[in-house]
């Protein structure tokens, strides 16, 4: 293990002193979290990933995964996993995202398992790796949109949320196929979700999509991709 122990400390220190009693249990009851959490808001959060990280720089790419880990692993705060994502996305590592880094952001999505920790990893993370190495990481999201863990299902179909016009249709077409039927709220909220983003760029392509696919999708979804059309 390569883990900073430093920056780790830093960012629970920082974040035990931002702590808002009154405004914790309601995050918690929220976001149905089974972690406690400390009841610092976004913008106080990235406020402490500028101070931490900035001060705290990682050398290598083994310690800036063992850090993440260590983060997210032995959270003990809800908090400390928003900071383990926001590592993964600071701009001094940009030259870690190649295909080797996929296995921990699957570590992350199938043991975050719950949409405010799995949605960020989807669409910041894992969707501009894929487009980055198409030919690596396409195939790996048409396997996660069939896989048994609902999450991975859930990344493979939000990925390229926010990717507008460098939007893999076909790719988003293989995706959506599997989970069409599923009965899973965050799967029939998710097609819905990445039909309704591609409307902003090509709204005729979903409202044909939503009329040859209308009796397989599920109200919700239907809702959810029509919503702005």
Request: hydrophobic residues 40%.
């Amino acid at each position: 293990m390569a883990v900073d122990t430093t920056l780790v400390a830093a960012v629970r220190q920082a974040l035990a002193a931002a702590a808002d009693p009154p405004k914790s249990a309601g995050m918690r009851a929220y976001l149905k979290s089974e972690l406690p959490c400390h009841g610092v808001y976004s913008p106080a959060m990235r406020a402490i990933w500028r101070d931490v990280f900035g001060r705290c720089p990682l050398d290598s790419t083994a310690d800036w995964q063992d850090t993440v880990r260590a983060l997210w692993d032995e959270a003990g705060y809800r908090e400390e996993r928003y900071a383990a994502i926001a590592l993964t996305g600071h701009r001094r590592y940009r030259r870690y995202q190649v295909p080797a880094v996929l296995p921990l952001y699957d570590h992350l999505v199938v043991t975050g398992a719950w949409w405010d920790l799995v949605d960020g990893v989807a669409t910041g993370r894992v969707g501009p790796l894929v487009r980055a190495f198409p030919d690596e990481l396409a195939p790996v999201m048409r396997a996660w949109a069939a896989d048994e863990d609902l999450w991975r299902r859930r990344t493979a179909v939000l990925h390229q949320v926010g990717a507008k016009d460098r939007t893999d249709v076909r790719l988003l077409q293989d995706c959506l196929e599997p989970n069409l039927e599923r009965r899973e709220f965050f799967l029939r909220k998710a097609v819905g979700w990445a039909l309704r983003d591609h409307a902003h760029t090509d709204p005729d392509w979903v409202r044909r999509y939503v009329r040859d696919h209308g009796d397989r999708l599920s109200p919700l979804s239907r809702r959810e991709a029509v919503r702005h059309l």
